[in-house]
């Protein structure tokens, strides 16, 4: 009773009953995450079905004018900040659910999250190869500085994905739902700065990527494998007992104190 009114006090009751409520919820027999897949080619098809096809004709050129102008006023260090950003993955979530985005750490985590990103890449692929739009730095080569990449634009790959993880991130850590969203956006965005991608990539592969979470919350083994992983999560952080992801008003982790 003490440990869960020191967990109310830094997490809110709330989050603390919903915690608990996690780690009393029985895993299914087999313990680990299902391997199959969670999307059918059908419901991928009919994923992409949701999206319009990309700009055309004066459209197109007025979104291509959006990435000069967004390319010519990106400085130096978001560039720099955009450029180590060429995979995705969960450690550019790291300043919101810090060691929760370290590999290895979290097996159970780590997994299911790979395997949301291939799955979503999978259907982000499907599009690419439907509506083959040249990316920016394809169509007016005076943007580009020096990189070569001959893969589609249409939708954005890394906007897809990144709001789909800050989408369920912010179901798993609700206190960080702000600044999870944030750097979901901010990451669609820098393939701008970039010259990867036109703005309309980006928003296309926001809408896309709340279409795949509505998708797979209809099914039960992601149900059931987001319930191990948000359990995961939940041992980690009463274990801890000092910590919660972006909390500043918590007392400070200590050097060594989260292993």
């Known amino acids: 009773m003490i440990v869960l009114k020191k967990l109310a006090r830094g997490f809110g009751y709330s989050h603390v009953l919903a915690i608990v409520g996690l780690l009393l919820m029985p895993f299914a027999a087999s313990g680990t995450i299902d391997t199959n897949q969670y999307l059918t080619a059908e419901q991928q098809i009919e994923l992409l079905d949701m999206l319009p096809p990309p700009p055309e004709g004066a459209e197109q050129n007025a979104d291509l004018a959006s ?38 750490k979290f097996p159970e985590f780590e997994k299911f999250f790979d395997r949301i990103h291939r799955e979503s890449d999978q259907v982000v692929e499907l599009g690419k190869a439907r509506w083959k739009r040249l990316r920016p730095l394809n169509a007016d080569p005076t943007i580009n500085q020096g990189v070569h990449d001959e893969s589609y634009s249409y939708p954005s790959g ?14 798993i850590f609700p206190d960080q739902k702000t600044e999870i969203m944030n750097i979901g956006r901010q990451t669609g965005w820098h393939r701008v700065q970039l010259a990867m991608h ?58 060594g104190s989260i292993k």
Do not use: C, M, W
């Not at 978001?78 to 950003?85: F, G, N, R, S, V």
């Not at 979530?93 to 290895?104: H, V, Y």
């Not at 890394?158 to 179901?171: I, K, M, N, V």
């Open 198 to 255: 036109y703005p309309t990539d980006i928003y296309a592969g926001r809408t896309l990527a709340r279409a795949i979470l509505r998708q797979l919350k209809t099914n039960t083994a992601f149900q059931h494998d987001f319930e191990q992983v948000q359990a995961e999560v939940a041992k980690r952080l009463i274990h801890a007992n000092i910590f919660h992801p972006g909390n500043r008003t918590a007392k400070p982790l200590a050097a």
């Open 67 to 104: 990435v000069r102008s967004v390319r010519e006023s990106a400085t130096p260090k978001q560039l720099a900040e955009a450029k180590t950003e060429g995979t995705l993955s969960l450690r550019i979530f790291a300043p919101a659910i810090k060691e929760f985005a370290q590999p290895g």
């Open 158 to 171: 890394h906007s897809t994905g990144a709001t789909l993880y800050a989408l369920l991130l912010a179901e």
